[in-house]
């Protein structure tokens, strides 16, 4: 994607985000720190900062397939961590604990009507939205966005899709239902 028409639909998706009521009614937002291929973060990160919001982004914890949010007070604090990405430094005093509320914002290489997503094969953010309880946004080009993808059993559907081109609501019965049949429960 040549760089301007990248920036354009990242600054979209930013602007999506921050007008959402769940940017406004949550005081926290967890979110990835983008890389160049993912729809950038770090603008969305600025702007919560400033909007005076508690930012938390992801550690990969070592030699296992989970992840920790801490919180950050600026870009600045992270360093190159698991697969490259940037990440906080383990702080105990910084680490997010409450997984009860917040906003969190999941990245995917595409995402499904249904709110499924494809990531990067790991389980990362599947581990951790199983025990978080907030809002899940997904963020995606609207390039990726696919009738429908494979997923397991544990899979989370995301509550939203924010992308370039729209929103789109996941109503979570549809996705509780479409779960039901596909696997006889």
């Not at 949550?26 to 973060?41: A, F, G, Q, R, W």
């Not at 990160?45 to 508690?54: N, P, V």
């Not at 025990?131 to 397991?152: A, K």
Request: aromatic share 10%; proline share 6%; glycine share 8%.
């Amino acid at each position: 994607m040549p760089s301007d028409v990248k920036e354009g639909k990242d600054r979209r998706i930013a602007e999506r985000i921050v007008r959402l009521w769940q940017y406004r009614q949550n005081e926290v937002l967890l979110t990835y720190v983008s890389t160049p291929i993912e729809v950038d973060t770090r603008r969305i990160i600025e702007r919560a900062l400033k909007d005076g919001k508690r930012v938390a982004v992801p550690r990969c914890v070592p030699d296992t397939r989970s992840m920790e949010f801490y919180f950050i007070d600026g870009i600045d604090e992270l360093e190159p961590g698991c697969f490259g990405v940037l990440e906080p430094r383990p702080d105990p005093e910084k680490r997010l604990t409450d997984l009860d509320a917040g906003l969190c914002l999941v990245p995917a290489f595409s995402y499904d009507w249904h709110g499924f997503r494809l990531g990067y094969g790991k389980g990362y953010y599947d581990r951790f939205l199983s025990r978080f309880n907030g809002n899940i946004v997904g963020i995606c080009y609207s390039e990726g966005i696919r009738p429908t993808l494979p997923h397991g059993r544990f899979d989370r559907a995301v509550e939203l899709l924010v992308t370039d081109r729209f929103l789109r609501r996941i109503p979570k019965e549809n996705a509780v239902k479409k779960e039901r049949e596909k696997h006889g429960w």
